[in-house]
């Protein structure tokens, strides 16, 4: 049997980006469990024995000390935070604060959300992936550029819509958020939805449409089926279509994507003229 050749770095480099692995954290391996190094007394003189040499990764900002709730408890803490928020401001800002999803202290910051707080359509994704943790802004990287182009396909852009997610932190190396995670995130995104206030919603593959519409079936299933979406104060239309991650691995389906851009055209102009 000839044996297989021994991958390129860069094959290694794009497995383990692929992998989720993205981010290097120190030049040497931190054992965390080991137990932390004695520190020295004021004024005391250095003991004799192995000197202990702190790796670069000890300057990387431990987790904190206190620990998260328990997720019953920050699913209720969010849902009464979030029913308080008057303004998108003012979700923004308690979102800042809110301690109660283990995902804000590993992501970089806060995606919140991006585009027209008064557009009519409203589209939500998963979660944010590495370049929108840099940017702190909705679909930036290489899947946004795509929901840029299909935005652009129905004659709107940034200007005239609004984009978020049902999470607003990145999990760690792109991993999928955990149930708990996103029924904790989801009474902000509701309340989000509810101050946008779009005619349309639209959801953006399956676990913004599953979690959004609260229904199990796959996105093969729903994609270009209309929803109707209780905001709080009013029912609008919601239509869950392809996430542009999933077309840029699947091109063959932009077509049935197309179909649904077209469907969501026809949506605001229907609901354009009956206001
Ligand atoms: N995928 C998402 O679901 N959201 C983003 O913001 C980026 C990629």
Redesign the pocket.
């Known amino acids: 049997m000839t044996p297989e050749p021994a991958p390129t770095v860069r094959q290694l480099l794009a497995f383990y980006l692929e992998a989720g692995v993205d981010c290097a954290l120190a030049e040497e391996p931190l054992d965390r469990l080991a137990d932390p190094a004695p520190v020295p007394a004021a004024g005391a003189t250095a003991s004799p024995g192995p000197v202990r040499t702190v790796p670069a990764a000890a300057a990387i900002p431990a987790p904190r000390a206190e620990p998260a709730p328990a997720p019953d408890a920050a699913i209720v803490s969010a849902r009464e935070a979030a029913r308080t928020a008057p303004t998108l401001e003012a979700l923004r800002a308690l979102l800042e604060k809110f301690d109660g999803c283990a995902l804000k202290h590993t992501a970089t910051r806060l ?1 919140f959300g991006d585009g027209n707080p008064q557009a009519r359509i409203m589209f939500v ?5 590495r ?2 943790d840099i940017e702190g ?5 290489r ?2 550029k795509l929901l840029d182009r299909m935005i652009g396909a129905i004659g709107l852009d940034r200007s005239s819509a609004y ?1 978020a ?1 049902v999470i607003p932190w990145r999990p760690p190396g792109n991993r999928t958020p955990t149930p708990q995670e996103t029924q904790i995130c989801l009474p902000f995104i509701r309340r989000q939805i509810e101050l946008v206030n779009p005619d349309v919603l639209v959801t ?2 399956n ?2 449409t599953q979690t959004l519409l609260s229904i199990r079936e796959g996105i093969m299933r729903t994609r270009g089926r209309w929803f109707d979406y209780d905001t709080g104060t009013r029912t609008i239309r919601a239509l869950p279509t392809f ?3 999933y077309l840029l691995r699947s091109p063959s389906y932009k077509r049935m994507s197309w179909q649904d851009l077209r469907s969501i055209a026809k949506a605001l102009e229907q609901t354009k003229s009956a206001s």
């Open positions: 995606v994704g998963e979660a944010p992936g370049d929108e802004l909705p679909f930036v990287g899947s946004g984009i997610n953006l593959g676990p913004s996430h542009p991650a």
